[in-house]
C-alpha cells in the first residue's frame, strides 16, 4: 500500500488558497487508500468510473461527498443519481436529460458542470462553446428542473509546455465569464471552474480555478 496519503494532502492544502476546492481523484486507489485521506479530514472524493464509484462507495462513510468526473453513459447515470454530489462531465444534452431524470426519480437536484473541449488533444471530450449555448438556449434545458448547473470544467493537454496549459486554462475561464454573463448573472450557484490536475494545478489556479482535481500527488502515480 502506499504510504503517506495524509502527508501529500496536507502538503498540498499548504500551497493552495484556502478557497480553492480539492477533489481527491481516488480512481484504481483502494478503500483503505481512501480512508487515509478520510482519516486526514478530507471529505470530497472523484471517480471517473461507475462501476468503481458504486463498488466503493457503499463501504466508506456516508459524509464522502463523491465527484463524477469521466466519461458518463446515459445507461449508467440512475446507479449514481441516488448519492453522487456533482457530475463534473456533462458534455450533452442527452446525458443532462437523463440526470434530470434520475435526479427527478430520486427526488433531489444534481450539481453538474459544463465540461468543455480546451485541449488541443482530440482525444478528451466536451463540449464547445457554440454547442454549450445551444444546449442553454433549448427548449429541453429550460424545462429541466432537478439540475443545478453549477459551472463549468475543463482538461488541459498534457504536455509540458506551461504555456500552451495557461492558454487553454485562460480559455476555459474566458467560457465561465461569457456563460455567466449570458445564461447565469442571477445564477449564484454558476460559481465553479474546474480545472487542473497534479502536473498543472498551480497555472490553473493561477487562471482562477475554484476547484481542482488530483490524484496522483495524492495517492502515488497509478
Ligand atoms: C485522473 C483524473 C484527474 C487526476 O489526474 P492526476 O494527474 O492523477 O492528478 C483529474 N481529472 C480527471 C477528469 C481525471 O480523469
Given at each position: 500500500?502506499?504510504?503517506?496519503?495524509?502527508?501529500?494532502?496536507?502538503g498540498l492544502k499548504k500551497d493552495i488558497p484556502g478557497t480553492v476546492k480539492l477533489v481527491a481523484v481516488s480512481?484504481?486507489?483502494?478503500?483503505?487508500?481512501?480512508?487515509?485521506?478520510?482519516?486526514?479530514?478530507?471529505?470530497?472524493?472523484?471517480?471517473?468510473?461507475?462501476?468503481?464509484?458504486?463498488?466503493?462507495?457503499?463501504?466508506?462513510?456516508?459524509?464522502?461527498?463523491?465527484?463524477?468526473?469521466?466519461?458518463?453513459?446515459?445507461?449508467?447515470?440512475?446507479?449514481?443519481?441516488?448519492?453522487?454530489?456533482?457530475?463534473?462531465?456533462?458534455?450533452?444534452?442527452?446525458?443532462?436529460?437523463?440526470?434530470?431524470?434520475?435526479?427527478?426519480?430520486?427526488?433531489?437536484?444534481?450539481?453538474?458542470?459544463?465540461?468543455?473541449?480546451?485541449?488541443?488533444?482530440?482525444?478528451?471530450?466536451?463540449?464547445?462553446?457554440?454547442?454549450?449555448?445551444?444546449?442553454?438556449?433549448?427548449?429541453?434545458?429550460?424545462?429541466?428542473?432537478?439540475?443545478?448547473?453549477?459551472?463549468?470544467?475543463?482538461?488541459?493537454?498534457?504536455?509540458?509546455?506551461?504555456?500552451?496549459?495557461?492558454?487553454?486554462?485562460?480559455?476555459?475561464?474566458?467560457?465561465?465569464?461569457?456563460?455567466?454573463?449570458?445564461?447565469?448573472?442571477?445564477?449564484?450557484?454558476?460559481?465553479?471552474?474546474?480545472?487542473?490536475?497534479?502536473?498543472?494545478?498551480?497555472?490553473?489556479?493561477?487562471?482562477?480555478?475554484?476547484?481542482?482535481?488530483?490524484?496522483?500527488?495524492?495517492?502515488?502515480?497509478?
Open positions: 500500500m502506499h504510504m503517506g496519503v495524509a502527508e501529500n494532502l496536507m480512481k484504481t486507489k483502494s478503500e483503505a487508500e481512501i480512508m487515509e485521506a478520510y482519516n486526514a479530514g478530507h471529505r470530497l472524493f472523484g471517480e471517473n468510473k461507475v462501476q468503481e464509484m458504486i463498488a466503493k462507495q457503499p463501504n466508506l462513510p456516508a459524509d464522502i461527498q463523491w465527484h463524477f468526473i469521466g466519461h458518463l453513459q446515459t445507461n449508467k447515470v440512475k446507479f449514481i443519481a441516488p448519492f453522487v454530489a456533482m457530475i463534473e462531465s456533462v458534455d450533452r444534452l442527452k446525458v443532462l436529460k437523463e440526470i434530470n431524470k434520475q435526479a427527478k426519480a430520486n427526488n433531489r437536484t444534481i450539481p453538474c458542470l459544463l465540461q468543455f473541449h480546451i485541449a488541443e488533444e482530440d482525444t478528451k471530450f466536451g463540449l464547445s462553446l457554440a454547442e454549450a449555448e445551444e444546449l442553454l438556449a433549448s427548449e429541453e434545458y429550460r424545462q429541466m428542473h432537478n439540475i443545478s448547473i453549477s459551472g463549468v470544467m475543463g482538461m488541459a493537454t498534457y504536455t509540458d509546455d506551461m504555456g500552451q496549459v495557461t492558454r487553454e486554462f485562460r480559455n476555459l475561464a474566458s467560457i465561465f465569464s461569457t456563460l455567466k454573463t449570458n445564461y447565469f448573472s442571477k445564477v449564484s450557484a454558476f460559481s465553479e471552474i474546474s480545472m487542473g490536475m497534479s502536473g498543472d494545478y498551480a497555472v490553473a489556479i493561477k487562471e482562477g480555478s475554484t476547484m481542482i482535481r488530483v490524484g496522483s500527488l495524492i495517492f502515488g502515480e497509478r
